[in-house]
């Protein structure tokens, strides 16, 4: 009886992604400049909280943004008028970015001016969370119309996130929302994930995010 050699093969298929990763980590942390990566379902209000964001961080840091989408400059466009510095990355089909795409990017955009740099990444809640863009830190934001329950459906993107904003508190009462369950769910998955419940229209909450986030980019550019 013939016998057959079998070999397990047990690096993961993103192995390669995850060192470029950590080498752009290493290399932002040389220049001083802060990535976050921005992720949520269409609709959510990634650009709009993000237009929020500059507004309150733009005295205190050098903003660069990166919006990635299929197709389009909508979002460039609606940063790029806050006055902060920003580039439109075009994914050709792909519903997510990586280490190596996300450099590009950074280099696209340019980073000698830059203190602060965000990914706003394509709007989907599977294939960004699986890769590693190389960012110093995650956030998502969950809109109240998606409802409380998505942290038990795309666990994967709750488990990477470092915090949670979520988003259009002031329609909660429309809604079969409960935050306390969506806290719960969300710490089910991810037990360190700060959660902050903002709404970008009317500023609620905001001043927690600024908070966060001001902590964050000054711990690592110190």
Same mark, same amino acid.
């Given at each position: ?38 992720m949520s379902s269409p609709g959510s209000g990634k650009t709009t909280t993000l237009r929020q964001t500059i507004a309150l961080l ?6 660069? *943004?990166?919006?990635?989408? !299929? +197709? ?14 920003? $580039? ?27 203190d602060l740099a965000i990914l706003e990444n394509v709007g989907n809640l599977v294939c960004p969370a699986e890769f590693d863009t ?29 915090? *949670?904003?979520?988003?259009? !508190? +002031? ?14 769910? $969300? ?30 980019v000054k711990e690592w550019r110190a």
């Amino acid at each position: 009886m013939n016998h057959v050699k079998v070999l397990e093969i047990k690096q993961s298929v993103f192995a390669n992604n995850d060192k470029q990763a950590d080498e752009l980590r290493d290399l932002l942390k040389q220049k001083h400049v802060f990535l976050l990566n921005l992720m949520s379902s269409p609709g959510s209000g990634k650009t709009t909280t993000l237009r929020q964001t500059i507004a309150l961080l733009k005295d205190e840091f050098k903003i660069g *943004v990166m919006e990635a989408d !299929i +197709d389009s400059d909508v979002d460039a466009a609606a940063i790029a008028a806050t006055g902060a510095k920003a $580039i439109q990355l075009h994914t050709g089909g792909m519903c997510h970015l990586d280490a190596a795409m996300t450099r590009q990017g950074l280099e696209g955009l340019g980073t000698d001016d830059v203190d602060l740099a965000i990914l706003e990444n394509v709007g989907n809640l599977v294939c960004p969370a699986e890769f590693d863009t190389g960012a110093v830190k995650n956030a998502m934001i969950l809109s109240v119309p998606e409802g409380h329950d998505k942290p038990l459906k795309y666990p994967l993107m709750f488990s990477v996130c470092d915090v *949670v904003l979520i988003n259009k !508190i +002031d329609v909660m009462p429309y809604f079969d929302f409960d935050l306390e369950k969506c806290k719960e769910y $969300i710490h089910m998955r991810n037990p360190k994930a700060k959660v902050i419940p903002i709404c970008a229209k009317t500023g609620e909450g905001m001043d927690a995010w600024k908070e966060w986030l001001t902590k964050e980019v000054k711990e690592w550019r110190a």
